[in-house]
């Protein structure tokens, strides 16, 4: 019991000691803290940074949608004038409706896009108006807010109703309850039927919740007109699960070319784009950034540390004739180890407790005033305090070492 006494004293005894030499030279002190001040601070702000793009990225593809496909129609050619993709009429509703067959498709969605102007009493905006069918809710994981949605009866009989996205509703509503509500399109006139709950920004940066929806049979015969009845710009398409998206994606082209009599050696006549895969590989780009935005502030750490053994290193020389008198009196190699090791140490965490505190200050300072997205992880800082506190560990072990294996003698005649 006594001995675990000693040990304990002789650990604060040597704790003090350590805190009097660094209280000795503050100033320098300081200085070699700063280094790892300001690379766990960058750090810390780094992947602060870097998980909220991440977030954010998460978010946006949670908002598109899951195990996704969209179908675009093919181009036109007139008088050696090629259109882009979704200026032909290659696609229809029958195309749909026979994807819709296939095993492993959960939803399809005909559309037929364009934009409007939208009146209501003295209010008027322009915003997307969307044809499609109820299946374009489910493909989209877009809930109803308020109200109902329109069925396949309506899009069937072409009734003119809608469904509204937040920020059409706050410009063209205000702050009127839409539902029920009468507006017109292009002078048709439309009931609100349902909000749409709030989707937020899309991949392309287009704001989701700018769009009207209204089935797709009203768009073609009352909006936009269609020079081939049931022909569509583009459909999504909703697998059951990712993992199928290969063999879906084969069955749709196969289907397709089957239907639209395309001999082999034929080019499609529709495009077929993987949303999926399109947002993973953003989402891993985004990833790597953040793990490249820690990798270069942690050069700043490895720059601490460097400091932290050159002043280590100095202060050995200046106390060598102190380490002389310490061990003629009895200090062993390891008490004159864990001495300046504890010093290393001390600067290390103190710098990294510092480091830690401004680096979260800078993160919150930069989400207020810029709005970018910022995540503070504790796993984040718990890292970050970890490698920082083992590289001023690292780094002084060597001048630390380099003190306990000094001569006596020679270290006392040292002048």
Not at 125 to 144: D, F, K, M, Q
Not at 234 to 240: E, P
Request: proline letters at 3%.
């Amino acid at each position: 019991m006594s001995g675990a006494t000693d040990r304990k004293s002789g650990f604060f005894a040597m704790l003090g000691e350590a805190w009097r030499a660094m209280g000795a030279n503050r100033l320098r002190t300081f200085l070699t803290m700063l280094g790892m001040v300001i690379g766990v601070g960058a750090v810390v702000l780094m992947m602060a940074i870097g998980q909220g793009a991440q977030y954010a990225i998460k978010q946006t593809i949670a908002g598109m949608g899951s195990n996704l496909f969209i179908l675009i129609s093919g181009s036109t050619s007139s008088g050696g004038v090629r259109s882009g993709g979704g200026g032909g009429y290659t696609l229809n509703v029958g195309d749909a409706d026979a994807i819709a067959e296939l095993p492993g498709v959960q939803a399809v969605a005909p559309i037929q896009p364009g934009t409007a102007q939208v009146v209501y009493g003295p209010n008027n905006w322009n915003t997307s108006v969307i044809g499609t069918t109820p299946g374009y809710l489910e493909a989209r994981s877009w809930p109803i807010a308020s109200g109902e949605a329109f069925t396949n009866s309506d899009v069937r009989s072409g009734t003119r109703v809608a469904l509204i996205g937040q920020t059409a509703a706050q410009n063209l509503f205000g702050d009127e309850d839409p539902v029920g509500k009468t507006f017109r399109i292009r002078q048709s006139p439309f009931v609100v039927l349902g909000t749409l709950a709030l989707k937020g920004q899309g991949m392309d940066g287009r704001d989701q919740d700018d769009s009207i929806i209204i089935p797709i049979t009203t768009a073609q015969r009352q909006v936009f007109g269609s020079q081939f009845p049931g022909s569509v710009r583009m459909m999504m398409v909703q697998t059951s699960s990712q993992e199928i998206m290969p063999e879906v994606q084969k069955s749709m082209v196969a289907l397709l070319r089957q239907r639209h009599r395309l001999r082999e050696g034929m080019d499609n006549d529709f495009y077929l784009r993987n949303l999926t895969a399109a947002a993973d590989s953003a989402a891993e780009s985004t990833r790597v950034m953040s793990l490249l935005l820690g990798a270069i502030a942690s050069v700043s750490l490895l720059v601490g540390g460097i400091g932290i053994m050159n002043i280590m290193l100095v202060s050995v020389t200046e106390r060598t004739r102190e380490i002389g008198i310490r061990m003629a009196i009895g200090a062993r190699e390891r008490d004159i180890l864990q001495q300046f090791l504890l010093e290393a140490i001390i600067i290390s965490v103190v710098g990294c407790f510092i480091g830690l505190l401004l680096g979260i200050g800078a993160a919150l300072l930069t989400d207020s005033l810029t709005g970018t997205t910022v995540i503070i992880s504790g796993s984040s800082v718990l890292v970050a305090f970890s490698v920082a506190a083992a590289v001023g560990i690292f780094f002084g072990f060597y001048p630390a070492r380099k003190a306990a294996l000094l001569d006596p003698i020679e270290a006392l005649r040292y002048q």
